[in-house]
């Protein structure tokens, strides 16, 4: 049976290109019920389990902070994410429990049935988040999609191109001198797009598309898929080349499409300089700034206060 139940000649030709909106199954499934989620957050590694906070201004992203999830049980952190502010983020579910690895390798193989297109690179993470919630102005380097399972969110997708993203931004990020997030300017809501997602409801965008989210007032629990494609992949070595000329050769450089002699010479450059070293990225840790209390689950506290 497949995951997506609207897929359309259009939408598998559209894929990958355009902002798209689909149907699923997957919110139905006994593995995203409360006790399928304690279950989940029991067996993930905990050493990669990313837990965050922040505030309440969608313009200052500086308010994200990584915490650690302390002693708390799946139950616990369930708890907390039902009574706080918290985002959990369980990247690359799919290489940790064997039922993830299913899922993606389902998930990838209806795509493919469907679209005709070649993916690869897959990362299928879990993200379960607290009412209200968001995550701030970003992008991301490969393509994505997002799975709503539980809950409801708001995302807004914005153009991937000036203003909304400067050629200068795009390549720090991909050479990852920076974080994912940059500027955002509110004014910019007026020319994205907006999608609800409802339990049953997905969304794609285009590759490096900048985009924000804002939970709905209850738990969310959503998938969250990374993936390339050659075309991805040869963009993001463009891109990456054109960072080095900016630097190294002073010159700016046009992102253009396709697989022309220019973007090909500039996929060598980027293998070049990544396999001798050259250009090596800022390490880009987020500290650790508070954890999670057994005592008050949903309450980041200090890491000196905690039991």
Not at 22 to 42: N, V
Not at 249 to 258: F, K, N, T, V
Not at 275 to 303: E, I, K
Request: charged share 20%.
């Amino acid at each position: 049976m497949a995951v997506i139940t609207d897929w359309t000649p259009a939408k598998a030709s559209a894929f990958t290109h355009e902002t798209l909106e689909f149907q699923h199954r997957l919110h139905r499934r006994p593995m995203f019920s409360d006790a399928g989620l304690i279950d989940l957050l029991d067996r993930y590694p905990r050493d990669k389990l990313g837990v965050f906070t922040m505030g309440h201004d969608p313009v200052d992203w500086t308010t994200w902070r990584r915490g650690s999830p302390g002693r708390l049980s799946g139950a616990q952190l369930l708890q907390a994410a039902l009574e706080g502010r918290i985002w959990l983020n369980l990247r690359q579910t799919n290489l940790h429990l064997p039922e993830y690895t299913d899922l993606e390798e389902e998930i990838f193989a209806d795509k493919a049935r469907a679209s005709k297109v070649r993916t690869f690179k897959h990362d299928l993470g879990m993200l379960i988040s607290s009412a209200n919630a968001h995550v701030f102005y970003h992008l991301d380097v490969p393509l994505v999609s997002l799975w709503q399972l539980r809950g409801e969110k708001q995302v807004l997708v914005y153009p991937p191109r000036a203003p909304f993203v400067g050629a200068q931004d795009l390549e720090r990020i991909v050479m990852r001198d920076t974080a994912e997030q940059f500027a955002f300017d509110p004014a910019w809501d007026a020319q994205a797009r907006s999608v609800t997602l409802t339990p049953g409801a997905m969304v794609t965008w285009p590759q490096n598309a900048p985009h924000r989210i804002v939970n709905g007032p209850m738990l969310n629990v959503s998938l969250s898929i990374e993936f390339m494609t050659p075309a991805a992949l040869l963009r993001a070595n463009v891109i990456y080349a054109n960072g080095v000329l900016r630097r190294r050769a002073g010159i700016d450089p046009a992102l253009e499409s396709g697989a022309g002699p220019a973007n090909m010479a500039k996929l060598a450059l980027a293998r070049m300089v990544k396999a001798s070293g050259l250009q090596r990225p800022n390490a880009r840790v987020t500290p650790v700034s508070f954890t999670l209390d057994p005592r008050y689950p949903g309450v980041p506290q200090p890491l000196d206060r905690a039991a």
